[in-house]
Structures are given as structure tokens and as C-alpha cells.
């Protein structure tokens, strides 16, 4: 054996140096560094100490709902293909799916977001495992949407006892499971409820939600024992509130390997807190953690004419709204979950996938598809179950500007996040954005804008540049959303939001203070300076009892200026509906109700007006009567004066718009200075919620002259505009935008007759020259 070692060594030494001899010098370049960033159109920086195995999920539950009603997916370069497909190409590693009791009605409707009962869950699960990617299944146990605002127990349940909850959610889960694994699906994690902060399958109270988490728990590890077992909660920003719900649990004996939080930046504090809150439960019981949903806006633009969860800028400010935004916060929500050490295993996007169903000019026929497909988020059907919010919002997706994929169903290069993480991407530096300012006055306050303004690029660096802004802002003149252009010092478009609100004659009107004493509070059930649900800030007025209950709060204002005033509150929640009331009055008025629409659904009912003289006072009242189980938070009272109305702005709206249809190209450029800056002066008045009247003239006015200076170019008469009483203008302006075209055109059929002449001219003269 050994003998023959040598001349085998020999031989294969002499032809591995005969290939090395013929081959070219570049087959031995020393590769890249496996750290070194990949080249891409977005740029993420690689996460430190992420685990190779590191979870990087989505949840697709509206899928077959969305390809029902025609949605095709596609790859980044336009090829269409299935999801599941592209998904695992993208870097995807697994897929959540929800999966409710049963989400359709007696005669077969569905109630949409999917309608995902086990059959449809198991057709998905399959189909991502086949395209080679794990399963993550949350059982919501509800018959539609479980969070925590609503936790409502499946038609077939109600009634139950908390035991009968528990033994009927154990034998559920049990035949779900099972049935699971019998089709082959690749269950990695099994999720018991969903957001289940304040309640389960209809069971509130940790005693009795602790049995029916403990079920399914015992369920999943008969049927499956590899099966990671998941609990599920949200609002990680409330201090203490993770800390309690573990410790609670685990009081309870709750058998659970993964402790899920939900984590979007909109709402839930920083990447920072949610590692701290993470590692506290990781560390104090062992446990591993995971965010289950978390998604950021690459637009505020919506798709099918169904209004978005995030719509407005200020609803979305700690990254850029756009794809490398998305990037962005995603890439920082794992950073934060890595943070946490090897109990960090992963985070889920939520439904990057659920697209439009047809755009926004088509909206009666996506309503169509919305009812027979269940491609929205509700159907009107749901309106049985969930009659106070699916009942009266039903409609199609309010997630299609958080997508992953464009409008068209292309991937974005934002779903290669999950691939990034691991390798880093750097964009070519390009502008992603200039930022928009956004100041928040109150009437009154004088208007100062930033002489400066932030410009991101595509590889995650940013500078300030100068800026000049249109001096149409000095027209800014009351209440109103004021929307005020600039240039920056690169030649960048900005743009400033400037919102002025009334004056709020109300102290602490949002109980964000320490000090309540302004208000007094009469009754059981309430709690001033909660942490629970606030509309704005971090604190609210909440109310709950488990039994009917009555209160009432009330502030006096004392030394107000003559004048009308008002007042309005903020409310949201649930009166289990049952006769239950809680309104708003000022004093000497009529009460108006707040309505109790479910969670976040935020009723905002104003009073009619009360005059008083000066120095006298208000007081503003809220009364409630509410049955047991009733609960909700009441948020940002105001009492304001009620501004003058404004003057009619109809003639100013119509010569502004005659003003943006000028053809600018038929003008001598030297005549058309004043007509941007009167464009832009015009734009300001008419934002303002009750325009004075001077200020209207003065709009008018300038635009008048802006179009009496413009100079046809082929011209050389106009008629003058002549300005009438009302500061609207005659047939002189009007006439003038009228003729532009029957003043031009026989010039410029003139001209072209004489180019003609003149080349037939000169071909008859050459022959003679030569």
C-alpha cells in the first residue's frame, strides 16, 4: 500500500502543476473577505454577531386571498413568479401564518384579511415548506383579528367557562397540529395567541389566560415535540409591562420556549429598550426572544383607495419614508434582537406582500374583490362578529404602503434585508431624501424656519444644507396646515409643514404631566396618568371595571378672554356592546357622546360653542356609565376659542389655478418673475383655516399683476387686465390665457412659410454659382 503512494503522489503532483502552469492568473484571486458589503441599490450595514441560523421571517396569511383577486409577484427585474419563490431568492428564511377558528359567516363569506381558518393555513404552510422555508403558525383562537384591544372568543366558545376556553383551545390546537405535520409542513414554531396583552380566545385575567396558554402549550408538544412554543405580546415601550407579563407567566408555570414581542417604530419606543426588555426576560427565565411583527413605509402614497395605518409624515419620523428607509428600520430591529446574545433568534416582517387589488381609480371594483376574495382587511360580512370596527370599516388593505414590493407586485430591494443583515449592502451614494420640517405651533407663536435642512443619501450618511425658503411664508397668518416650499444650497427640493392650532385653555390637557391636580375625578373605574393606549404622548386617562361602573372628570378654567369657545376630547375603546355612554360637555351646554369603537378606533366629538364675557369660566365634563367589562382611555382634551369664519376664497382659488395653467413656454421669460412668487403667496392664504380678508385681497392682488406683466413672445400688444371690485379680474387676463393660442399659431404658420421661401431661394442659386 505505502509502495504504491509515491509514484500515485507523483503523478498527480506533476498534472496538478500542468494545471496550475495552463491556468489563468486570475483563477487564483484571493476572493473578498466574506465581511465585505455587497453591492446593491439600498445600503445596509452588516449586523454585528448575528448567528448564521438567525430567523429572518415574513407573515403572507393574505396570499391566496391576493392571488384569488389577481395579484401577480414579481421579481425585482419584472419576471412574475410565486411568492414563496421569491421569497426564499430573497434571503427569507421562514413564514409566519395566522390562522382563526373560523372567519366566515353561516353562508360560506368570508370575513377577509385572508380568511385563514386551519385548511388555508395548512395550503400555505405547505407551499412555503416546499419552497424550503420554515413555518412559524399563530393561533390567534378567535373567529378574526386578535390584538389587544380585541381578544373575542370564536362564535362556536362563547359562553364558555375559562376551564371549557382551556380544554376546547387544548383539543383545537391538538387536531390543528396534527393535521400540520400529517401534510408535511416544516413547523419550527407554533405561536399561542396573538398580542395577548389583555386577554385570550375571550379569557381575561392571568389565572384563567394561563390555563388556556398552558393548553395549547401541552397541545403542540404531544402532536410535536421539536416544535418551539411561542407567547405573544406587544408594546414593549411600557416600562415594566414585559417584566410583569413574565413574571406572571411564570408564577403560572406556563410552559413557553420563545417570548415574541411585537416592535413597530411608529409606536413602540426605541431599538435600545427593546433589547433591554428582551434581555431582561432572556436573562431572568431562560427563555428565547423574538420580534414576531414589525414593518416600516417606503410611501404615504395609498394604493386601492383604502386608507393606510401610517398616512401622514408625522406618523413616521424616525426613518425616511422610502425603500432604503425600510431597510433601515428593519435592519435596526434585528441589530436590536442580535443584541440580546444567542436567546435573540429572529424577526417576522409583517404582510410585506399584501399589495393592492386594483389602484385607487378602480376602487368599486376592488371592493368587489375585497367581499368574494377576502383581499382586504375586512369584509362587511365580518360586520357580524365585529360589528363596532369591521362592521363600519370594512375595506381593502391599509398595509400596501409598508409592502415589500411596489404597487405592480415587483420586490423592492428592501426584501433582500433579511440577506443583507448577514453580508452588508452598499448603495452608490446617491440623495435618498431631504428630510421635510415639520413645526408644531400655536396661534400666535411667531413662524421661524430651520436654516438648514438634513439630505440622506443611499449609503446611510447624511449632511445639513442650507436653505432658502419661499417668502410666501410670510404669509402665514392663523390656524391651519401650511405647506411651504424651499431650496437647498445644492439645488434640492424641501419642503416645511407648518401646523398652527388654537390656543388650549386646558392645563395638562393629556395628563402627560406628574401634577393632575387640575382635574377632578369623581367615581370608580378611572385611572389618571395611565400608560395604556395614549393617542399622543406617553399617558392617558384610562377607565376599566369588572363590573358596571360610573365616573366623571371634570376642569374649570377660570379668567378666560371674551369670546366663543369650545371643547373637544379624545376616546378610545370598547363599551361591550351593551347601553353604555360616556360624553362631553361644557359648561351650559348640550353633552355630546363619544363613540366606543374598539381599539384605536379614536372618537373626537366636539361641543357646540358657548360665548362668554371676559374673565369668566368653563368647565369642561366628561361622564360616563359603562358596563363590567367596559374599558378604553380618554386623551387630548382642548378648550379653544372658535376663530371668526374666513372670507370666501372661491375667486382667489380659480385665478390661482389660471395662473398654474400658464403655458410658461409662450411668455418672455424676463415677464414671468412674478408669477411663481404669487403662485406661492396665493398657496399659504388658501391653507389657512379661516383666511382674513385683507389677506385674500392681497393674494388677489398679486396674482392680478403677475398675469397683466406677462409678454407673449410672438406678440407685441396685449390687452391690459383689468381689476375689478373684488379684486377678481375681466377679460383683459381672462382673454389673454384664452388667445395665447389663436395669437401664435398664424405667426407661427407665417414663420414657417418664410423658412421655406428662403431654402427654396438658395437651392435655385447654386446651380448658377457653380
Known sequence: MHRRTRPILTTALAAALALIAAAPASAFAVPAAASDPVAATITVPRVKNLPDDFIGGVDVSSVLSLEASGVVFRHADGTPDDLFAILAGSGVTDVRVRVWNNPFDANGNGYGGGDVDVSRAIEIAKRATDAGLGVLVDFQYSDFWADPAKQQAPKAWAGLTADETAAIAGEFTRDAVHRLVEAGVDLKMVQ??????????????????????????????????????????????????????AAQLNTRGVDYDVFASSYYPFWHGTPANLTNVLSQIAETYGKKVMVAETSWAYTLEDGDGHGNVIDLPGEATQYPVSVQGQASAVRDVVQAVADVGDAGIGVFYWEPAWLPVGAPTQIEQNKLLWERDGSGWASSFAGEYDPDDAGRWFGGSAWDNQALFSFDGTASAA??????????????????????????????????LPSEVTVSYTDGTSEQQVVTWSEAAQYIDGI??????????????????????????LQNPGFESADTSFWSGVGTGLTLRAWDDPRSGSNSAHFYAASAFSFSLSQTVTGLPAGSYAARGALQGDGEGTGGAVTLALSGGDPVAFALDGWRAWSM?????????????????????????AWGTLDDFELVRVADAGVDTAALRMLRDQAAAVDQSLYAPASLGGLAPAIARADIVLQAAAPAADAVDGALS???????????????????????GGGATEAGSAGLLATTGAQGAPVAMLAALLCALGAALVALRRPAER
Open 192 to 245: 399561542i395567541g396573538n398580542e395577548t396583552n389583555n386577554g385570550i380566545a375571550g379569557v381575561t385575567g392571568w389565572e384563567d389566560m394561563a390555563k388556556v396558554f398552558s393548553a395549547g402549550s401541552a397541545a403542540v408538544r404531544a402532536e410535536s415535540p421539536g416544535t418551539l412554543v411561542a407567547v405573544h405580546f406587544t408594546n414593549p415601550e411600557r416600562a415594566g409591562f414585559y417584566a410583569d407579563v
Open 605 to 629: 366629538p366636539t361641543t357646540a360653542p358657548i360665548e362668554v364675557d371676559a374673565g369668566e369660566s368653563l368647565t369642561l365634563t366628561v361622564t360616563a356609565a359603562l358596563p363590567g367589562g
Open 415 to 448: 426584501l433582500n434585508i433579511f440577506r443583507y443583515v448577514h453580508t452588508g449592502a452598499i448603495a452608490p451614494r446617491e440623495v435618498e431624501a431631504v428630510q421635510p420640517v415639520t413645526l408644531q405651533l400655536v396661534e400666535g407663536d411667531a413662524v421661524k
Open 480 to 505: 391651519g396646515v401650511y405647506s411651504v416650499p424651499g431650496i437647498t444650497s445644492a439645488g434640492l427640493t424641501a419642503s416645511a409643514s407648518v401646523t398652527i392650532t388654537a390656543r388650549n385653555f
Open 702 to 724: 398679486q396674482l392680478t399683476d403677475a398675469l397683466d406683466s406677462l409678454v407673449l413672445l410672438t406678440a407685441s400688444v396685449i390687452e391690459p387686465a383689468v381689476a375689478t
